[in-house]
């Protein structure tokens, strides 16, 4: 009888039922113990960035005993014919990592907002990167409100190197989810913080905007100081699917700790005396523009 060897590991790649398991000695291709599949899953069993136990087989390869519980999971709804599907784009992610340029293209300040809300939902540390600073003379202007509500944001240029090697440490030791736009230079700055980096996730990023969801491949690529970057396309169609309006300004950090003192506890923070959010508004310590994002999520708008 052969002696079965059992691992921990980590989930870096997942595809058409397959998972590398990087378990501190090397990569094991997996697949999941037919019991972990028995009964209806609302959701992925397991995930890109999920700890897993393996048991390791004869021929090299693994089965998957048991998946870890998530300390979150970025989530988005997969509607299937047989009802609603909880697809998971990274699991356990340290931090969400999201790229947008200062210029070319205009910042779309509104989509942030919209990303920040699910990473506090979620739970998970945001970092904002305001890349192409030397297009523009004013970026610490465009996206200081984000500094000033708590977020780190980062300054960068591929142009000058700037900030290259903060958002290297930044991302040092990490699990990230890495998000943003089109055309803000995420392959440029990847590349420049390891060689390579930027070609590798953009390869992933164009096969899973072409494949179906059920098949695409989705990984993590290994830094080399430690951690890995995982990119992470349709955050813009996270639907905000579980959340009601009423709690849409708990995610908003600037409007959370005023929300106690306003004269009713249902308050919309529209219209009603005695708001402390309005209040804050007209008194100019909170911003209209992420004021206006509020109204516009609450109302369920893009």
């Given amino acids: 009888m052969t002696n079965e060897i059992q691992k921990r590991g980590l989930i870096v790649k997942a595809q058409s039922g397959f998972f590398t398991v990087e378990t501190g000695e090397g990569f094991v291709i997996c697949r999941l113990r037919g019991k972990?599949?028995?009964?209806?899953?609302?959701?992925?069993?397991?995930?890109?960035?999920?700890y897993v136990?393996?048991?390791?087989?004869?021929?090299?390869?693994?089965?998957?005993?048991?998946v870890e519980e998530r300390s979150q999971a970025i989530v988005r709804l997969d509607p299937r014919p047989q009802g609603i599907f909880q697809q998971v784009l990274l699991a356990n992610a340290d931090q969400a990592v999201f790229v947008f340029a200062c210029a070319s293209p205009t910042p779309k300040l509104r989509m942030l907002?919209?990303?920040?809300?699910i990473t506090e939902k979620q739970k998970i540390p945001a970092v904002i990167i305001a890349n192409k600073i030397d297009l523009v003379e004013n970026?610490?202007?465009?996206?200081?409100?984000?500094?000033?509500?708590g977020y780190r944001v980062i300054y960068t240029s591929t142009k000058t190197g700037a900030g290259v090697d903060e958002l290297k440490t930044q991302l040092q030791k990490k699990v990230s989810a890495l998000a943003g736009p089109s055309g803000v230079g995420k392959s440029s700055l990847l590349n420049m913080i390891q060689d390579?980096?930027?070609?590798a996730v953009n390869e992933?990023?164009?096969?899973?905007?072409?494949?179906?969801h059920t098949t695409v491949t989705r990984q993590m690529f290994a830094l080399d100081g430690g951690g890995y970057v995982a990119d992470t396309p349709g955050w813009k169609s996270l639907a905000l699917w579980d959340?009601?309006?009423?709690?849409?300004?708990?995610?908003?950090?600037?409007?959370?700790?005023?929300?106690?003192?306003?004269q009713f506890s249902d308050c919309t923070h529209k219209h009603e005396p005695g708001c402390a959010v309005l209040a804050a508004v007209k008194a100019g310590t909170i911003y209209p523009e992420r004021y206006?994002?509020?109204?516009?999520?609450?109302?369920?708008?893009?």
């Fill in 36 to 50: 972990l599949k028995q009964g209806r899953a609302m959701g992925d069993i397991a995930a890109l960035g999920d």
């Fill in 53 to 66: 136990n393996i048991t390791l087989l004869d021929d090299g390869s693994g089965v998957v005993e048991n």
């Fill in 113 to 117: 907002d919209r990303f920040l809300v």
């Fill in 139 to 149: 970026a610490k202007e465009l996206f200081s409100v984000y500094e000033s509500i």
């Fill in 196 to 199: 390579g980096l930027g070609l």
């Fill in 204 to 212: 992933i990023s164009a096969a899973m905007k072409k494949g179906r």
């Fill in 243 to 262: 959340t009601e309006a009423e709690e849409i300004d708990a995610y908003f950090p600037e409007l959370r700790d005023l929300v106690p003192h306003c």
């Fill in 292 to 302: 206006d994002s509020y109204l516009r999520l609450r109302a369920g708008q893009e």
